[in-house]
Structures are given as structure tokens and as C-alpha cells.
């Protein structure tokens, strides 16, 4: 018979993926040689630590240009909070991060990050015997019970404190309450990490321009906005009527943006009346998988998910695009199904291409086929958007015989839904060039045409790549 366990102490250690850390390790060692590093890196003036955090206006992760560092932890504090913690989801974002430079002899002691709501450390460098960090029992009534009753012993019940090695490219997280000290480094080369602490984002952020006249009034924000009474849309899990939430702007404008003068694209610009709010509620809704295929990627190196929304007409959206197909293509179309669908692409390991899998949209039995995507996410979220493509076999920037005819003899250069990323890229594709992502702009373009979401940087790790998609057909 064994007693049950209560007040577990959760604590996070990941290993990133060589690649990666190599990487961030490149970065942070050029930005060590910087006069922004000279003059922030200072030794501390109680600790043996040299360290960026009295410079509180500095960031390591923008002065050294980590994104990847960034995203990978706003993507583990999320998973920290919803999967282990079991809290609702919520936009988590740095609130403070700092570089630590340990010489030989340094250490540091005990503290907590108090304040923030998970704090980690990651290593950059950590040489052998550089010392661990080191979490005593927070339960201080049962550490010294421990050491009254000599009842101190390996277990993790019975441990008076944990000590976590450290290793290059180790991130370690943990509730910014737990208290943590740093062993001596013995070795006789430096421990180089970044701190990190996060706290929830407030929920109008995302959205709005931050005023850089109040800086103190954004950041004061503690309380997120609670959904104003009476507007459903404003609330996750609540019903929307479609054209309300995706209400349009009256004052549209079509513009014919040829790639190169071969592509013939469309955009619509600032189509949305109220792009926060659809970013907000699309972002909350949950995704089931699409194109989930035995042995493929998809759950394994990134989420490819959908949302399917039915419509109802008239549709103001459909109309739209129904109407600028008219009038720059000369073309009668109608949606070639009842619903639009919401791809919701997120990425769990590293990215391996520029761009997803090269495909056209094409389906057989229509005369004309129209691809319409709407951008979803956020301006400080947006990084690529849709590029287009020759294929190189038979030179050709539309579906044709000779692309259909190297599918059959190679299935890896087609869209077969067993990875995200394409196998082949360099020999088969010739990008020719790309549309970018913006909040609320509908590019539209004939589906005979091969294209693929592009992703020319790391990112999508914290947050999903939010695309409406739907096609308008004759
Ligand atoms: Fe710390
Ligand atoms: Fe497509």
C-alpha cells in the first residue's frame, strides 16, 4: 500500500536540436564581440556573475538576434502551462531576457525570478564540471524535518535538493517562484547562458500598434481585456455569425500584382474591418489534424491542421472575391464548396525547406479553378507568405502533362501528404516569386498555377500560421 503524492514541483529539461543550437551558439558568440555586448555585459556588483541583466533595456534575444531562441521557448512555456499545468491556453511573451557569462570560480546563489510567471535558463556554452543549477526543496517546513530527523535520501520524495547538469544547448524551465542557486564552475573554461523570464501577453497586443509615447500604459496591463458584454465574437468558444465577424471594409481595392509579369495575381489589401478580433477567435478555436497520414510527418516535425467553416450566402467574403475574379480574369465563378477552410499550421522540430511542397490546386471536372487565401495572424506574427514555382522538368509554371507524367515515375515530387516539406527542391522547383503575408489581404490567383506556403524563416513555433482558404470555380 502507498500513500498518494500531492504538490508536485514541475521542472522542464529539453535538449534543442544540434542544428539549432549550433546556430544560437554562432549568433551569441558574434554578438559577444559587439559594442552593444561591451557595453551591457558587466560583472554584477554582488555576484561573480558577468551579466547583461543591469542593463534592463537591453535584450540578448533582439541584440543577438535570436528568433529561433524566442520561438522555441514561447512554444515550451506554452506547452509548460497548457500540457503540464493543465491551465487554459493563453499568449505568453518574454518579458525579460539576459545573458550570464560564468568564468572559472564563478557561481551564484540562491534567488527565485518572483514576479515572472515561468522563467528558464538556456546554455549556451556549459564545459564539463561547469557547475549545475541547483533547485533545494521548496518545501522549507520539510527540508528541515529532513535534517532534524535524518530522513534525507535519494529518492525524489526524500531529496533535500535537486541538481540539474547542465549541457550545450539545454533549456531548463520552471515556475518563476522556485528558488535556484548556480554551482561554482570548475572548469577552466567559461559557462555562458540566457535567462529568460515570460509573463502573459496582454490580449490586445497582438493586434494593436504599441504606442511608443506610453510604453508604461501597455505594460501595465495585468488583467487581460475581459469580452465586452453582448458581442459574442469577441470570446472564445462563443457563436459568430460569419459576415459579422469577417465583416469587410467598404473601401477595397484591387490590385493586379503579376509575379515577374508570368503570374497573374491578385491581391486585396486591408480587407478586414476587424482583423484582431478574427485572429483572436480563429486562434482560439481548436484544429483537428488534416492530411494525417500513416507514416507521414504531420504531428511528428509540425501540425497541419483545419478548420472548416460552412457558409451561408450571401456570403460577403465569397461575393468579394467572386467579383474581382469577374473583373480582372473576365470569369463567372461560384465557391466550388459550401464551407471555407482555416489552415492552421504550426511546427514542432526544425524547418527544412523555404517553402512547403510545390502543388497546383487543380481539380478535374472544371472548366476554371480560382485559389482565394485570406492572411489571418497578427502583424508582428507574419514571416513569408505564398510563393509560386516553375517546374523545372518541363519548364512550365502551370499543372501540365510533363509535371503529371514525373509524379507517376517519382510520387515524392507530388503533394502526397506525408510531409510537409518537400524532398525534392533545388533540381524541380525554380521559385519565381512570392506574394507576402499581411493581416486582412486576399490574394487570389488561377489554381492552375504551383505554388506553397512560404516560410523563409524559422518561426510558427509559438503560435499557428493562420491561412482561409477556399476556391471559386466556373
Ligand atoms: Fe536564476
Ligand atoms: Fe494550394
Known amino acids: 500500500m502507498s500513500a498518494d503524492l500531492y504538490f508536485a514541483v514541475p521542472l522542464l529539461v529539453r535538449d534543442v536540436q544540434p542544428a539549432i543550437h549550433e546556430a544560437i551558439h554562432a549568433k551569441v558568440s558574434a554578438y559577444l564581440n559587439t559594442d552593444a555586448a561591451r557595453r551591457d555585459v558587466v560583472p554584477s556588483p554582488e555576484e561573480s556573475v558577468t551579466t547583461s541583466y543591469y542593463h534592463p533595456e537591453a535584450s540578448v534575444l533582439e541584440d543577438a538576434e535570436l528568433d529561433e531562441l524566442e520561438a522555441l521557448v514561447i512554444g515550451m512555456a506554452k506547452s509548460f502551462l497548457e500540457d503540464t499545468l493543465k491551465l487554459a491556453p493563453r499568449r ?30 538556456y546554455y549556451v556554452e556549459a564545459p564539463e564540471n561547469c557547475g549545475c543549477i541547483v533547485f533545494p526543496d521548496p518545501i522549507g517546513a520539510r527540508r528541515s524535518y529532513r535534517q ?30 522556485l528558488p535556484h542557486a548556480v554551482q561554482c564552475n570548475k572548469s577552466d573554461k567559461p ?14 497586443v497582438a493586434a494593436t500598434p504599441v504606442s511608443t509615447e506610453e510604453p508604461e500604459a501597455v505594460s501595465a496591463v495585468s488583467n487581460p481585456a475581459q469580452p465586452a458584454v453582448g458581442d459574442p465574437a469577441r470570446s472564445a468558444g462563443k457563436p459568430f455569425l460569419f459576415n459579422e465577424l469577417f465583416e469587410l471594409r467598404s473601401d477595397i481595392g484591387i490590385d493586379l500584382q503579376p509575379i515577374k509579369e508570368q503570374i497573374p495575381t491578385v491581391v486585396l489589401d486591408n ?5 484582431d478580433r478574427v485572429r483572436e477567435v480563429i486562434g482560439s478555436t481548436p484544429a483537428t489534424n488534416w492530411k494525417h497520414e500513416q507514416g507521414g510527418r504531420n504531428f511528428i516535425d509540425y501540425y497541419d491542421c483545419r478548420l472548416r467553416f460552412p457558409i451561408r450566402h450571401p456570403n460577403s467574403l465569397v461575393s468579394v472575391a467572386q467579383q474581382a475574379i ?10 466550388s464548396d459550401a464551407s471555407v477552410d482555416v489552415n492552421w499550421f504550426m511546427q514542432i522540430d526544425a524547418r ?19 485559389t482565394c487565401i485570406l492572411y489571418l495572424n497578427a502583424p508582428d506574427e507574419c514571416s513569408g507568405g505564398t510563393a509560386f514555382f516553375r517546374f523545372r522538368p518541363s519548364n ?26 518537400p524532398e525534392t527542391t533545388g533540381d524541380v522547383w525554380e521559385l519565381v516569386g512570392t506574394v507576402d503575408m499581411v493581416p486582412g489581404r486576399l490574394l487570389i490567383f488561377p489554381s492552375e498555377y504551383f505554388h506553397a506556403a512560404h516560410h523563409p524563416v524559422d518561426s510558427f513555433y509559438a503560435f499557428p500560421r493562420l491561412t482561409l482558404a477556399f476556391w471559386m470555380i466556373n
Not at 568564468?103 to 551564484?108: D, F, L, N, R, T
Not at 525547406?353 to 472544371?366: K, L, N
Not at 512550365?396 to 516539406?421: M, P, Q
Open 92 to 121: 505568453l511573451e518574454i518579458e525579460r531576457a539576459w545573458i550570464n557569462i560564468f568564468e572559472p570560480g564563478a557561481q551564484e546563489a540562491q534567488h527565485t525570478h518572483d514576479g515572472s510567471l515561468l522563467s528558464c535558463s
Open 148 to 177: 532534524f530527523t535524518q530522513t534525507a535520501g535519494p529518492d525524489l520524495l526524500t531529496r533535500s535538493d535537486i541538481a540539474v547538469a547542465v549541457q550545450p544547448g539545454r533549456l531548463v524551465m520552471f515556475e518563476s517562484w
Open 191 to 204: 559557462r555562458i547562458s540566457i535567462a529568460i523570464n515570460l509573463r502573459a501577453a496582454p490580449e490586445s
Open 271 to 275: 480587407l478586414l474591418k476587424h482583423p
Open 326 to 335: 469577374n473583373k480582372v480574369y473576365g470569369v463567372n465563378t461560384r465557391p
Open 352 to 370: 527544412r525547406a523555404d517553402f512547403a511542397v510545390p502543388h497546383s490546386d487543380i481539380t478535374e471536372h472544371v472548366r476554371r479553378s480560382f
Open 396 to 421: 512550365s509554371l502551370t499543372f501540365d502533362e510533363g509535371y503529371a507524367r514525373a509524379v507517376k515515375d517519382d510520387s515524392r515530387i507530388g503533394e502526397t501528404g506525408l510531409d510537409y516539406w
